[in-house]
């Protein structure tokens, strides 16, 4: 599976993800799309299986707009949101098995939303993950799937203070640094920050290029480091 997250810095949050896709007889290619913005404050993310993922985050988008005077804060999305991913996933069960497809238990599809919630005036993360789709609320970050390099690194590297700016750069560290070590993590970036002031903002392909330009000395010193302590 991928790697998606959610970031919160002191003055918004950073969603970030890979493109590799994965499903049962949908083998893995770099082309998936694995967010989406809901609206002005909020986005949604997916990881794991491909096609219920992004028919989840499509219907929930679909959702929102359609019913957009009851649905305009983060709490009411977050609300729907678990219904919606729940029927997208058995609706596309159910299709792969009279498909005569199986899935195994561990292939897994989940959902990541982010956003400010301006009736709290606070900046909220919340969890599905199939079969239950129980949603958790996190009050600092969330990596979801294949993280665990990146949990190394993001605790070593993350500290309150920091700004989305910033955390833009260490989420892109983290995702290349996984790909190295986990080979259901690829392709092309996909980023975004949320703030108050600016909202979802997606980044575009230029922009991460020139965040990957600027931080090709640090990755080379990080694989540097790790040489000189590892060498025999």
Known sequence: MTL??????????????????????????????KFLQVNRDTGVMTYGLAVPGYAGISRLVETVK???????????????????????????????????????????????????????????????????????QYDGDLLAAQWHTARFLLNKLFYPEISVAQLRELAVFLLVETAITEPTVGGPLQLATITLGQGFQRLHEKDINEILQRSQKRFCQFRKILLEVFAL
């Open 4 to 33: 998606a997250m959610a970031l919160r810095a002191y003055d918004g949050l950073v969603l970030a993800t890979d493109s590799r896709a994965t499903g049962g007889a949908h083998q893995s290619e770099d082309t998936s799309e």
């Open 66 to 136: 359609s019913k957009r005077e009851e649905l305009t804060y983060f709490r009411p999305i977050a609300e729907a949101a678990g219904s919606v991913f729940r029927a997208e996933y058995k609706e596309w069960l159910t299709s792969q098995k009279q498909q005569g497809h199986e899935i195994p238990e561990e292939l897994k599809v989940g959902f990541i939303l982010g956003g400010y919630d301006s009736a709290t005036n606070q900046f909220s993360i919340s969890h599905w993950e199939s079969p239950e789709f129980q949603e958790r």
